[in-house]
């Protein structure tokens, strides 16, 4: 069970993918599958304008009542101190709000367990801003930081950056109306290796924060290492992606996958473009990797086309999102409403080519899941945006891409 209270009528707030306008007598949510959820949530104004997407993450225990608060001063949900939530915990079970709690629609739960079965309270408690979980486009560098970008992605960002001018004009992080999560790190943790974080330049604003994302190189350098050795090394990043795992995630590499699903979730439903930027970013790697589907991380990569296809299909196929199955409201703040545009403009299409294209080619030998997991996602992308994979043309332009392979050069000759 969730409680949030004292939250303005005609807020819209969003449970998973579930979405609700507060009324009078509105007090949370109920009936919530313990595991991961995510909450997120606009302030309106009385012209009916919606504030920027401020949400955050909860990995909720059993029987567990999670107790965030209004904060009309900042105009967000804060977790409510450990005291003082006891006894709304206590009256919850009682059942004294029962009648103040929206129902969480079960039926929809296993299409959002596709989306964040990797997020753990480990991933939550790692990535999550400090100190208040809450994730706002408010607290995040200029889009400018985050190019090159194509058309597309220019286009979302210019309409989410108006969000972000309108609120940064108000002198606060959402529009006046009318009318934390227990993190298992502690500040002095996240602040280690920051060399390796990307962490803000910026002063964030009050109550709001940029997520610690794990930063991904796109050049392997091995000391000792000879040109030719450096190229080969860098054309195939499944080296890059063992000395990330190695460094950041050591007996936990499915929790590379937690933030593959944690920054597309922070950008789908919180509107955030650095967590589109992560998930671009470990996109990239994953597909440029050779030796690791094929050899060193085969199952690694099985549960990463899964979750991958999982994203894109609930990306691709416009679903209803409310508790009653029905269609959500035109003016509905939740969710990028042009995630497809987005692909079909896009930085994927060459490097899903030539990943499967390595696939095909050493079909005889590849493991049977993964192949299939690959036609899944091979098939879906030729279903919905009608992408056809020539396996004799997979070459990527390296003029265009910036994630093209690294070619080394030494005293002006080309290796």
């Known amino acids: 069970m969730i409680l949030l209270l004292e939250v303005p009528e005609q807020t819209h707030v969003a449970f998973d993918h579930q979405s609700f306008v507060v009324g009078p007598k509105f007090k949370g949510v109920k009936m919530l599958p313990p595991g991961t959820h995510m909450v997120s949530y606009n302030a309106a104004s009385h012209t009916g304008d919606f504030a920027p997407t401020s949400s955050f993450f909860v990995h909720l225990a059993p029987s567990q009542v999670y107790v965030r608060k209004w904060s009309i001063e900042q105009e967000l949900l804060f977790e409510v101190p450990a005291d003082e939530a006891e006894p709304f915990q206590a009256g919850a079970r009682r059942y004294d709000f029962d009648q103040n709690l929206a129902p969480y629609n079960l039926h929809a739960y296993q299409h959002w367990q596709s989306l964040?079965?990797?997020?753990?309270?480990?991933?939550i408690s790692r990535?999550?801003?400090?100190?208040?979980?809450?994730?706002?486009?408010?607290?995040?560098?200029?889009p400018a930081h985050l190019e090159?970008?194509?058309?597309?992605?220019?286009?979302?960002?210019?309409?989410?950056?108006?969000?972000?001018?309108?609120?940064?004009?108000?002198?606060?992080?959402?529009?006046?109306?009318?009318g934390e999560q227990q993190s298992e790190a502690t500040p002095s943790d996240r602040q280690q290796d920051t060399s390796d974080l990307q962490t803000s330049d910026l002063r964030p604003q009050e109550g709001v924060g940029r997520c610690y994302y794990t930063r991904l190189p796109r050049l392997v350098k091995v000391p000792?290492?000879?040109?030719?050795?450096?190229?080969?090394?860098?054309?195939?990043?499944?080296?890059?992606?063992?000395n990330i795992l190695q460094k950041h995630f050591g007996d936990k590499p499915g929790d590379l996958l937690g933030e593959l699903q944690f920054s597309f979730l922070a950008f789908l439903m919180g509107q955030s473009l650095e967590g589109f930027a992560q998930w671009k970013a470990i996109i990239h790697l994953l597909l440029g990797c050779q030796d690791g589907p094929l050899q060193t991380h085969i199952h690694f990569f099985i549960r990463f086309l899964q979750c991958l296809h999982n994203q894109l299909q609930h990306s691709l196929v416009q679903e209803p999102i409310s508790p009653r199955d029905s269609e959500p409201s035109p003016d509905a703040p939740f969710g990028i409403p042009i995630i497809e545009e987005l692909l079909a403009d896009s930085f994927l299409q060459q490097l899903f080519a030539q990943f499967f294209n390595m696939l095909h080619e050493e079909a005889a030998t590849v493991n049977a899941k993964l192949l299939a997991a690959s036609k899944q996602v091979q098939q879906l992308l030729q279903e919905k945006l009608g992408w056809e994979f020539d396996f004799q043309d997979v070459g990527l332009d390296e003029e265009e891409d910036e994630y093209a392979p690294t070619v080394v050069q030494l005293d002006g000759v080309q290796l």
Do not use: F, H
């Open 127 to 142: 990535l999550s801003p400090l100190p208040s979980g809450n994730i706002s486009i408010t607290a995040e560098a200029d």
């Open 224 to 242: 000792g290492m000879n040109p030719q050795q450096l190229t080969a090394l860098n054309l195939d990043k499944t080296g890059l992606l063992s």
């Open 148 to 178: 090159p970008v194509t058309p597309a992605e220019k286009k979302l960002y210019a309409q989410l950056q108006q969000g972000k001018t309108a609120a940064e004009s108000t002198g606060s992080t959402a529009l006046r109306v009318d």
């Open 116 to 123: 964040s079965s990797c997020i753990s309270q480990g991933v």
